[in-house]
């Protein structure tokens, strides 16, 4: 017989008071540790899609909405720039690479983007991790298309597979509006391996393709018959929606002096936007971290509330525990024996929360990075970061036992002769 | 070292209500005396004075050749845990533990080593009838809770044993059974008995009668009954 198996039987004589206590602590703590884990490899995982990009240019309204639709694909942008602006952009500075992009159309929903070859063979999605093919290979020629790791998992699309386009973004909000290009089939011809950003819910074809696609829809509409080839395309069919720029670093590094010198000169060129994809995720960061931190205050209310349900448990049981207490004292045992037994109490129910905490919240973590993976395609580590793990059990385990001081106070002040004497 | 407890000069009092004064008063080990006196007499209060659970307000009491008036808090639960084993009127068993662990949790209090708990307990209790000595006491009768109650108190081999009350809610042949079995007991651990009653049948059994009556200077009110049954 020692303390600690007084307390244990203690706790186990009121076992549904104590396993809903010890529930509602790890709830709290599942709350918070999902919160903060999700927050920090969100963050990560959105700082992957931007890869070796340096600089981004496009048509958007700013540089933010800019990133948001080039990067992460969230619209398709809705101005275009000029294959003759891309030419003079690239000719201005001696890029590393320059890649133009270009998006509109979709397939089952998920975004088409028509790319540069560099895009496969000097773009890096993550950096230190170029493409990989899971299958096939990369687009060669027009009309062959290569889907991410995510848009051919939920496509169902194999190796040799036609597909038709859609023109648009190809969500419900369009319906019957939303166009099919149904003269010219695309060859699945490569799947890649995933990625870990928003790249990979993405389908990739050539620009060439992209263009004779709707110079298609311009002929249709001018009343030319017949299917259009490369050679019908006119200037004002090769239109691009963005540019992924990279600058020439020295071995090793990823940053650049220049970098900033060629943000401010291309941002004199008005009919542009141009951003620094770090600086608009840094920026994005902010926005929505105002919307977790909320989050997180929520949490840290649900642990307060938590601890305040062991102080009302355990308050409660001392009226019913004031003969035991009496006892006790009357067998020999010091009060603050019997005050330290009622302080790990409460500290076990916190530690039992705790633990709890951390397989619920393993288990949150695991849902919420599939439906991220599944939704956007981020690729969310799904474990637990140390630190704030650390520091909310820890936190947790605190608390409680802050909540079993009160109770302790009473068993420390329990009179003895008057709790040991029948009841009348 | 004969003397079980020895009380010299003692006085105690609630307020102005009630007051008890003694003189002298010692029981040697392995002698068996009786505390005579109505309810709200003051006989439990000797007890819980005895008991260190009550502080006097001058004189000496010692139990086992420890002074424990003056000591500190922790000093007298040393001596009671030590020194005194007491009995209820109702047993007063957690009734979420076992015998053994009812039991256990006296020589736990006493800072027995804790490897010797259940094998001390275990055979104090099958010594005195009890078999299922892990079973909640819950579920064991009233007798056997009794027995309980008995070996909790005598597990330790304390100077002495304080009975407050221990037969008053029993009918008479059980209550004439629960004697012969606290009296065995003590006997048997060579415990000083001191046990409170004010059932008159229960002199008989014992060869020295104290009437508590004989200390009390002072009863002006039923206040305090409640505190001084």
Redesign the interface.
Known sequence: MNDISIVVKSLSSRRLSTIITAASVSVATALLLTMISLRTASFEAFQRGTGTTHLLVSADSSPLTAVLNGVFYANAPSNPISWAKYQEIKNAFPYDWAVPTQQGDSFRGYPVAAVGPEFFTRFEPVRGEPWQLAQGQFPSKPFEICLGSTAAAGSGLRLGQKVFLTHGSGTSREGAHAHEHAEYPFTVVGILKPSGSAHDRVLFTDLDSSWILHAQDRREREGVEGLTTLADLKDEDRKITGILLRLPTRPGRDASAAIQQQFDTLRRDTSIVVAQPAQQIDRLRSIIGNVDELFIALGVAVLLSSGISILLSMHNSMAQRRMQIALLRALGVARMRITGMILMEATLIGCAGAIGGCVLGLIGNAIASGALKARIGLVVDPTLDPRSTVIIVAGAIVLSALAGVLPAITAYRTPVADNLRPQA | MNIAVRLENLNFDYGKDFSLSIKELSLNKGEMALISGGSGSGK?TLL?LI?G??RAKSGSITVAGQRMDGAS??AA??????H?G?V???H?L?P??SAQ?NV???????GEP?KT?AARARELLNKLGIERVNVPVANLSVGQQQRVAVA?AIVCKPAIVLA??PT??LDDVNASQAMDLIQQACREAGAALLCASHDRAMQSRFERVIQVNSFVQTVRAQAHS??R?
């Not at chain 2, 256990?104 to 006493?110: I, K, N, R």
Request: proline letters at 0%; zero cysteines.
């Open positions: 439990s819980w008991a659970l009550l808090e922790s639960d040393h001596i009671r845990a030590r005194i007491m209820f009127q109702t007063h957690l979420e533990f662990d256990a949790l006296a020589l736990m209090a006493a804790e708990h909790r407050d009350e008053a809610s409640g505190a049954a």
